[in-house]
């Protein structure tokens, strides 16, 4: 199957092919002509999928009939959670639309709304925005929605699970009641069902493989190490294999910092992104690692979503991450388009109760190594995980509402905490899931000998609070797709 055979338009075809792209991937297979045919569309992919494609290729199709936007006007509005995945729509837009005459713009927080409303007097045929910023420019009558012919939610579980439902319903009703509605979605949890009855007529229904089943092309490897040891023993990887745009992950924003700044001093080039960086300085950031001028990007889970860079080779879990989830989602960001990558993490002993929700999670017991040098203290004891919530409260004070900590985008509406959405305030510290899950830790015989059995966990009941917490929280995001 070709693009051509998708039924869009030779100019399209010309730069989807131009851009190295051969062959629709799955997603792109069945979107396309689903929204050609002008119904709605109700999409299950992850990053990674090409589903950015899926919708982008037939929206530029759709609106090459019809009347260009007029001033303030928008013919086509795509919603995402994030400014990088806004920015990199959009440059999809552009990317795919380069031999149509169709115009497109960005629009998110964290940066000088005046140009913003200069760019939509003149009217816009694809506008991709973030909700907060949205809102801010139509309250200034910036920009008028009444005729957007085609709506897109990219990855509405994300925006749900950051607190923008009411954002978006709102944006909702400033749109005309005639139009396309496209919503693509990695989970489809109870809310997301209930945003897409409300939202969506009779729509086509597709969903493609979760990430989670394509992980097998990305090499897993876990370094036990002591919690103290980990950004020598990190330093120590990088210098000794050579390794080159390294994405690593910590689990706060305090964490990311003292880390770049660790590996500075190590005259490795390492900088941060999340959620209190600048939008200048994220978008700095992230060309010099794209162009490897930097070494190495460290980020938080929500910092880095929809950061898209093909063919990266290393991802380090320098922190595991609270939802198993999101270690599929950070792996990911490996091996796309069939290139091998590696995944490494580095647990300590606080970490092995959230190390057995992800082998639960992705159904495979992940291989353990331990580096001559950095072997963990086996008689260690855990400490509680410091959560990102708590992170915010200690910086910021309480959170009043949903909103002041959820939007990580530094939209002026929502402040720029990056607290997390996925992650609920007021959530007990995690020590792991209790002793009496142990049997069900594989191959325990393997990970005493590395040190990392789940033994030195704290000894909670059995699926008490946090874990039963996380148990029902899994199930709401794993059971429902
Ligand atoms: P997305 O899921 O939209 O974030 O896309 C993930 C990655 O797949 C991006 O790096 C795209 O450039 C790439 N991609 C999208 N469509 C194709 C295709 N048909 N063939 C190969 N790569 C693609």
């Given at each position: 199957m070709s693009f051509a055979e998708l039924g869009l338009s030779e100019a399209i075809v010309r730069a989807v092919t131009e851009n190295g792209y051969t062959q629709p991937t799955p997603i792109q297979a069945q979107a396309i002509p689903a929204v050609l045919k002008g119904g709605d569309l109700l999409a299950g992919a992850q990053t990674g999928t090409g589903k950015t494609a899926g919708f982008t290729l037939p929206m530029l199709e759709r609106l090459l009939s019809g009347q260009r936007a007029a001033p303030r006007q928008v013919r086509a509005l795509v919603l995402t959670p994030t400014r990088e995945l806004a920015a990199q729509v959009e440059e999809s837009v552009r990317t795919y639309g380069k031999y149509v005459k169709l115009s497109s713009a960005v629009i998110f927080g964290g940066v000088n709304i005046n140009p913003q409303i200069q760019r939509l007097e003149r009217g816009v045929d694809i506008l991709v925005a973030t909700p907060g910023r949205l809102l801010d420019l139509l309250q200034q009558g910036a920009?008028?929605?009444?005729?957007?012919?085609i709506l897109v939610l990219d990855e509405a579980d994300r925006m749900l699970d950051m607190g923008f439902i009411r954002d978006i319903k709102r944006i909702l009703v400033l749109l005309p009641p005639q139009r396309q509605n496209l919503l693509f979605s990695a989970t489809f949890s109870d809310e997301i069902k209930a945003l897409a009855d409300g939202l969506l007529n009779n729509p086509a229904m597709i969903e493609v493989a979760r990430r989670n089943s394509t992980i097998e092309i990305v090499s897993q490897k876990i370094y036990g190490v002591d919690r103290d040891q980990k950004h020598k023993l990190l330093t120590h990887l990088i210098t000794e294999r050579n390794w080159f745009q390294v994405l690593v992950f910590t689990r706060t924003k305090h964490g990311a910092n003292k880390l770049a700044e660790q590996l500075n001093k190590a005259d490795i080039s390492a900088m941060a992104i999340h959620g209190n960086k600048s939008q200048a300085a994220r978008t700095r950031a992230l060309a010099e690692f794209k162009s490897s001028k930097l070494q190495v990007l460290v980020a938080t889970d929500i910092a880095a979503r929809g950061i898209d860079i093909d063919q990266l080779p290393h991802v380090v879990n320098y922190d595991l991450p609270n939802v198993p989830e999101d270690y599929v989602h950070r792996i990911g960001r490996?091996?796309?388009?069939?290139a091998t990558g590696e995944a490494v993490s580095l647990v300590c002993v606080d970490e092995h109760g959230l190390l057995r929700d992800i082998e639960r999670f992705i159904k495979r017991e992940i291989t353990r190594e331990v580096v001559a040098g950095f072997?963990?203290?086996?008689?260690a004891k855990a400490q509680p995980i410091q959560l990102r919530s708590q992170e915010h409260r200690q910086r910021s004070g309480p959170r009043t509402n949903n909103r002041s900590g959820a939007q990580?985008?530094?939209?002026k509406r929502g402040g720029?905490?990056?607290?997390?959405?996925?992650?609920?305030?007021?959530k007990p510290a995690r020590s792991g899931s209790g002793q009496s899950t142990q049997a069900a830790a594989p191959q325990r015989s393997q990970t005493q000998r590395t040190g990392l059995?789940?033994?030195?966990?704290?000894?909670?009941?059995?699926?008490?609070?946090q874990a039963a917490a996380n148990a029902n929280q899994q199930r709401r995001r794993s059971g429902q797709r």
């Open positions: 920009v008028d929605l009444k005729k957007v012919e490996t091996g796309r388009a069939g072997e963990p203290d086996p008689n990580p985008n530094g939209d720029s905490s990056g607290a997390g959405g996925r992650q609920q305030a007021g059995s789940s033994s030195t966990n704290s000894g909670r009941p059995a699926l008490g609070g």
